[in-house]
């Protein structure tokens, strides 16, 4: 079974520091791109950070640019988030999430059920 | 580019068939997915490229539209079904995701 397992949240002050990390299992790891999405409790989805296979493009939601910092570990199938200088409205349920190719169209599918970041 | 879903609730009955809409603020070609998500737990991905049904995917669910406006149609409704629905136009940049839509039991 395709599984993504996310740990690591917690809370944290305004300011402070987290690293959250993706186990992942059931697939080739190395073979695919890899994202963060948050979601505030009860609100939406928002795209937070991207990967690709090898770890050589990143990309980030401009809210947090240069605060957050994806990267990944192939040997250990691990996908790690660093977030620095956190504010409130970081506070959400992060999700590490698989990006798949379907016919030339990139989905995200599996996910994780999240790890819970607060801050306060 | 803004994916703009509605409605952001609806209530309907078992048997019921129901209709998502997706509209986005530029031609996307056919370059959506529709996620659900129930409470607790990750979001599942039911249909990619407009109309293609994820694998595993119950056939009562199904995609249309192309360009920007988008639906997602679910023909006779199971007590499963009841949960959040969420578009995402995934190529742009940041991939964006609608509103969502909560689906609730009349």
């Known amino acids: 079974e395709e599984q993504l397992v996310e740990s690591g949240g917690g809370v944290v002050r305004p300011g402070g520091s987290l690293r959250l990390s993706c186990a992942a299992s059931?697939?080739?790891?190395?073979?695919?791109?890899m994202s963060w999405v948050r979601q505030v409790p009860g609100k939406g989805l928002e795209w937070v950070s991207g990967?690709?296979?090898?770890?050589?493009?990143?990309g980030y939601a401009d809210s947090v640019q240069g605060r957050f910092t994806i990267s990944r570990d192939n040997a250990r199938n691990l996908l790690y988030l660093q977030m620095n200088s956190l504010r409130g409205e970081d506070t959400a349920l992060y999700h590490c999430a698989r990006r798949k190719d379907y016919g030339g169209h990139y989905y995200y599918d599996p996910w994780g059920q999240g790890t819970l970041v607060t801050v306060s | 580019i803004q994916m703009t879903q509605s409605p952001s609730s609806l209530s309907a009955s078992l048997g019921d068939r129901v209709t998502i809409t997706c509209r986005a603020s530029?031609?996307?070609?056919?370059?959506l997915g529709w996620y659900q998500q129930k409470p607790g737990k990750a979001p599942r991905l039911l249909i990619y490229a407009a109309s293609n049904l994820q694998s595993g995917v119950p056939s009562r669910f199904s995609g249309s539209g192309s360009g920007t406006d988008f639906t997602l149609t679910i023909s006779s409704l199971q007590p499963e079904d009841f949960a959040t629905y969420y578009c995402l136009h995934p190529d742009s940049y940041p991939p964006r995701f609608g509103q969502g839509t909560k689906l609730e039991i009349k």
């Open positions: 990967i690709t296979w090898n770890g050589g493009s990143t």
């Open positions: 059931g697939f080739n790891f190395h073979d695919y791109g």
């Open positions: 530029q031609v996307i070609r056919n370059d």
